[in-house]
Each structure stands twice: as structure tokens, then as C-alpha cells.
């Protein structure tokens, strides 16, 4: 397994490209920016004119509060940038906030995305001097590039492109059009084996996994001393619990027979009880979602959960914790002392 570097989800762009120097020098292998309260795409700019050697991914860039044309811009623009580092990876959002926040359509989430993706491949090739633009498609249609407009063929290539996916159909179109799958941080050793994987095979033929790249945030608990670990436990417990409350991430505690403490947790966050459900969830759905304790068993855990099966891997940490302990399960997992 590669091992990557994540921001944090708070951080300012400025602060995000102080982190991907910082994961450069201590040897990850990558580093990935999301996209909450600032903009992916001028975080990684930084990060790649600030860097040398690490490959840079947004994880995610909401596409469909964008549109084909505006994302294959900048993602051309990030990898001449980086000198061919960029992974774009892309993630659909849920309804309320496409509708509610970025006051764009929202319709058929897989359908879309597998739309949006062959768009921005098409624009690409366009660029690469294969042709005039004319994608004409149920939700985009793109066809006018004049050369004015027309940036050319990138020397790096085009960025492989990562789609996040929790459910089934989100994860056919991954295996159909994309270079690679983004897996949710609330995501399970049995659902990442018995479904995901499965499903993916199905959609690209059967065939193997060799050349598609399936990254994970793998949840942690890590601290330097029994306290520090406890309010780890505590904040991975809260973390759990948000995402089970939301419907859109219910197949995963499905896949376990815990519909009902969904069901439960749901209830509870439509009444703003956010302190109260944390205290809902079990030790044992804890440990299905979380590996925990000191840097080597916490890289002997990923290492018998997913070694086989991902090929990039990053620590999900929904609270401060030690870089050096996030660096000395890196280490570990290089194989380092």
C-alpha cells in the first residue's frame, strides 16, 4: 500500500500547503485535500508549486456544484502545475446540499456522475487533438471549443480520475469510467470485501483490480497515553454516529444488521441530540469501523483489514492528535522502524 497525507477538513488554503510540505518531508506518498470550507482546486494549486515529489489529490471536489468544462480546467491546470501529480478525485455531495447550498440540479447521482466523467474526458481529448467537441449527453452537452479556449494537449497527460462511492450503483460507475475509487471513511473490512470489491469487479468485466487504484481513509484512534486515546475514542464514536444518522450511508450498517441503531441515531440527529449519539454506538460497531491503540497495532490492524485489497491509505483522525504518531504508523506500514 501507498501512504498518504490528508489536511485537515478545516484547513485554510495557506495551512493546507504548510501540511503537503510537511508530508513531503516525512515520505508520504501522497496527500489529499477535501473540500468543506475552501475551494480543493486553489489549496492543491499551492500545495503543488510548494512541493516536489508528492502526488496531490482532491478528495473530494464536489462535481456537481460544478459543471464538465469548469472541473476539466482546473484539473488540467493543477497537473501542469504539479508536473503530472494530480489525482482528481470527485464525489457527487447529497441532494440538500447541491440544491440548498450550491443551488444547482441534482437528479439520477450515478447516472450523472458517469455523464460528467465521460464529459470531462471528452473535453480532454479535444485538447489533445482528437477531435472537435461535440458531447451532447441526457444532462451535459458540450460542443464548442474554439482555440482561443483551447489550452492544448497537457505534457503530463490527463489526471486520473477518482470517484467517492458508498453505494452500489455510485461504485458500477467507478469500475465503468474512472481510474480509481474513493472509499468513504465509514466503511467496514465485510462491506469493503463482500460489496464494494464485488461489485467492482462486475462492472469492469470481472476482471482484476490491476491498474485501478482503491484508496481508503481508514478511522483511528491513536493518542500518547491512556487520556489522549480516550477522547480519540470518543470523537471516532461521534464521527461514527454522523454518518450512520445519514440515510445515504445506511447499506454499510445494513450489510451488519444494524439498521436499527440507523434508524435510532436518525432520529436522534433530527432533534440536534449530536452529544447524546455518540453514547449510541456499541463497542462492537466501533471496532468494525476503527482500528485503535499504539502506532504498531494500529498498523498491523490496516495492514490484516486492508492489505490486500488497497492500494492507498491514509489515517481518518476526527480529532488533534500527534503527528509523530500518525508518522510512526506510516512508518510502519512502509515496512520502517
Same mark, same amino acid.
Given at each position: 500500500?501507498?501512504?498518504?497525507?490528508?489536511?485537515?477538513?478545516?484547513? #485554510?488554503?495557506?495551512?493546507?500547503?504548510?501540511?503537503? !510540505?510537511?508530508?513531503?518531508?516525512?515520505?508520504?506518498?501522497?496527500?489529499?485535500?477535501?473540500?468543506?470550507?475552501?475551494?480543493?482546486?486553489?489549496? $492543491?494549486?499551492?500545495?503543488?508549486?510548494? =512541493?516536489?515529489?508528492?502526488? &496531490?489529490?482532491?478528495?473530494?471536489?464536489?462535481?456537481?456544484?460544478? %459543471?464538465?468544462?469548469?472541473?476539466?480546467?482546473?484539473? %488540467?491546470?493543477?497537473?501542469?502545475?504539479?508536473?503530472?501529480?494530480?489525482? $482528481?478525485?470527485?464525489? #457527487?455531495?447529497?441532494?440538500?446540499?447541491?440544491?440548498?447550498?450550491? /443551488?444547482?440540479?441534482?437528479?439520477?447521482?450515478?447516472?450523472?456522475?458517469?455523464?460528467? !466523467?465521460? /464529459?470531462?474526458?471528452?473535453?480532454?481529448?479535444?485538447?489533445? @487533438?482528437?477531435?472537435?467537441?461535440?458531447?451532447?449527453?441526457?444532462?451535459?452537452?458540450?460542443?464548442?471549443?474554439?482555440?482561443?479556449?483551447?489550452?492544448?494537449? %497537457?505534457?503530463?497527460? %490527463?489526471?486520473?480520475?477518482?470517484?467517492?462511492?458508498? @453505494?452500489?450503483?455510485?461504485?458500477?460507475?467507478?469500475?465503468?469510467?474512472?481510474?480509481?475509487?474513493?472509499?468513504?471513511?465509514?466503511?467496514?473490512?465485510?462491506?469493503?470485501?463482500?460489496? =464494494?470489491?464485488?461489485? $467492482?469487479?462486475?462492472?469492469?468485466?470481472?476482471?482484476?483490480?490491476?491498474? +485501478?487504484?482503491?484508496?481508503?481513509?481508514?478511522?483511528?484512534?491513536?493518542?500518547?497515553?491512556?487520556?489522549?486515546?480516550?477522547?480519540?475514542?470518543?470523537?471516532?464514536?461521534?464521527?461514527?454516529?454522523?454518518?450512520?444518522? =445519514?440515510?445515504?450511508?445506511?447499506?454499510?450498517?445494513?450489510?451488519?444488521?444494524?439498521?436499527?441503531?440507523?434508524?435510532?441515531?436518525?432520529?436522534?440527529?433530527?432533534?440536534?441530540?449530536?452529544?447524546?449519539?455518540?453514547?449510541?454506538?456499541?463497542?462492537?460497531?466501533?471496532?468494525? +469501523?476503527?482500528?485503535?491503540?499504539?502506532?504498531?497495532?494500529?498498523?498491523?490492524?490496516?495492514?490484516?483489514?486492508?492489505?490486500?485489497? !488497497?492500494?492507498?491509505? #491514509?489515517?481518518?483522525?476526527?480529532?488533534?492528535?500527534?503527528?509523530?504518531?500518525?508518522? /510512526? !504508523?506510516? @512508518?510502519? &506500514?512502509?515496512?520502517?522502524?
Amino acid at each position: 500500500m501507498k501512504i498518504d497525507d490528508a489536511a485537515d477538513v478545516s484547513s #485554510s488554503p495557506l495551512r493546507a500547503e504548510a501540511a503537503a !510540505v510537511a508530508a513531503e518531508a516525512a515520505g508520504y506518498d501522497g496527500f489529499a485535500v477535501s473540500e468543506t470550507k475552501h475551494d480543493a482546486f486553489t489549496s $492543491l494549486t499551492l500545495a503543488a508549486r510548494a =512541493t516536489e515529489r508528492i502526488a &496531490l489529490r482532491s478528495a473530494i471536489a464536489v462535481a456537481f456544484a460544478r %459543471n464538465p468544462m469548469t472541473v476539466a480546467t482546473l484539473a %488540467n491546470d493543477v497537473q501542469l502545475i504539479s508536473g503530472g501529480r494530480f489525482q $482528481l478525485g470527485l464525489g #457527487s455531495q447529497v441532494q440538500a446540499h447541491i440544491e440548498r447550498r450550491f /443551488a444547482m440540479p441534482w437528479s439520477r447521482p450515478a447516472a450523472r456522475m458517469e455523464e460528467f !466523467v465521460r /464529459a470531462v474526458r471528452a473535453i480532454w481529448a479535444t485538447w489533445a @487533438g482528437e477531435g472537435r467537441l461535440f458531447f451532447k449527453g441526457e444532462f451535459y452537452r458540450h460542443t464548442l471549443m474554439t482555440e482561443f479556449f483551447d489550452p492544448g494537449p %497537457n505534457p503530463h497527460g %490527463n489526471p486520473p480520475i477518482l470517484l467517492a462511492a458508498v @453505494g452500489e450503483r455510485m461504485t458500477q460507475v467507478a469500475g465503468r469510467v474512472a481510474d480509481g475509487l474513493l472509499c468513504h471513511a465509514f466503511t467496514t473490512p465485510a462491506y469493503l470485501h463482500e460489496r =464494494t470489491l464485488p461489485v $467492482l469487479r462486475a462492472a469492469r468485466g470481472g476482471e482484476s483490480l490491476d491498474g +485501478f487504484t482503491v484508496c481508503l481513509q481508514a478511522m483511528a484512534v491513536l493518542g500518547a497515553d491512556e487520556a489522549a486515546r480516550a477522547e480519540a475514542e470518543r470523537a471516532v464514536r461521534g464521527q461514527i454516529a454522523f454518518y450512520a444518522s =445519514t440515510p445515504a450511508y445506511r447499506a454499510v450498517l445494513d450489510q451488519h444488521g444494524w439498521g436499527a441503531l440507523a434508524d435510532r441515531l436518525h432520529l436522534l440527529s433530527r432533534r440536534g441530540a449530536w452529544e447524546e449519539m455518540a453514547g449510541e454506538v456499541p463497542d462492537d460497531v466501533l471496532d468494525a +469501523f476503527a482500528v485503535a491503540g499504539t502506532p504498531a497495532q494500529v498498523a498491523s490492524a490496516l495492514t490484516a483489514r486492508f492489505g490486500d485489497a !488497497v492500494d492507498r491509505v #491514509s489515517l481518518y483522525t476526527p480529532y488533534p492528535v500527534d503527528a509523530a504518531l500518525t508518522s /510512526a !504508523v506510516a @512508518g510502519l &506500514l512502509r515496512g520502517q522502524e
